[in-house]
């Protein structure tokens, strides 16, 4: 079992880095690696140091986190990590974020955020992922209503409905999860709001391929993904 993260409080720090030829403080590279190694201290001192000293690099660090966790899913894949390290990774993850969480960008008075309803579907109860796309959906200005874990069809169509969302972004890791998908794209048809809706999914048990066999109109490989087709969708 891995150690408690450290508070996002916590001053200390275990590794200096020297500013770079690009004015930055940070090696994003690096960052990725001690991402993909679950290196917590090197991961949240470098977060603390973007969050009070160069906000303006927020996103190269989301970048850098994001292919940080493609190297733990990868690592996860050839067995050198178990699912507690997918759990731990996922905190540390979102830890990192909830610190830059001051450094998001905050939309003008009054303008309209897009709305992004998300889940996971119905009979899947996995959330680190889920959670991980709600952060970075939201550090793009993105306004996400959020509903859990073993969302049904009938629940994600009427809260769509009630929210006025134009986006839907549906997760899940399990294999049954791409019937539920499916269950679910084919509940926004049959309540007449397909047409106004961007479907995207994403997830363990998901691919371009599946993607667009159950009818959604784009796969988020990443939350990164995810963010780019969320803030194209008109």
Do not use: W
């Not at 209503?145 to 629940?155: K, L």
């Not at 794209?185 to 049959?190: C, D, F, G, R, T």
């Not at 309540?191 to 109109?217: H, Q, Y």
């Amino acid at each position: 079992m891995r150690k408690t993260l450290v508070p996002v409080n916590d001053p200390a720090e275990n590794r200096k880095t020297e500013r770079k030829g690009s004015g930055t403080l940070i090696d994003f590279e690096k960052l990725a690696e001690d991402m993909g190694d679950l290196n917590e201290q090197a991961v949240l001192s470098a977060a603390r140091r973007v969050a009070e000293e160069e906000p303006e690099k927020t996103p190269e660090v989301l970048q850098a986190l994001s292919r940080g966790m493609d190297i733990v899913g990868k690592k996860f894949d050839s067995l050198e990590y178990f699912v507690g390290d997918l759990i731990f990774a996922g905190e540390l993850f979102s830890q990192a974020l909830e610190i830059l969480r001051p450094t998001f960008p905050k939309p003008p008075e009054n303008a309209e955020r897009k709305k992004v309803i998300l889940a996971t579907v119905e009979g899947d109860l996995h959330d680190i992922g889920k959670n991980i796309v709600r952060l970075v959906l939201q550090s793009k200005g993105l306004e996400v209503i959020d509903m859990g874990v073993d969302a049904s069809p009938a629940a994600i169509v009427q809260r769509t409905i009630e929210e006025g969302a134009r986006i839907v972004a549906l997760s899940g890791v399990l294999t049954f999860a791409i019937d539920s998908m499916k269950r679910t794209v084919e509940a926004l048809s049959a309540a007449g709001i397909r047409e106004r809706v961007t479907v995207v999914v994403g997830g363990a048990c998901v691919n371009e391929s599946i993607a667009k066999r159950l009818g959604a109109d784009a796969y988020g490989k990443t939350p990164e993904d995810t963010a780019s087709i969320c803030l194209a969708a008109k």
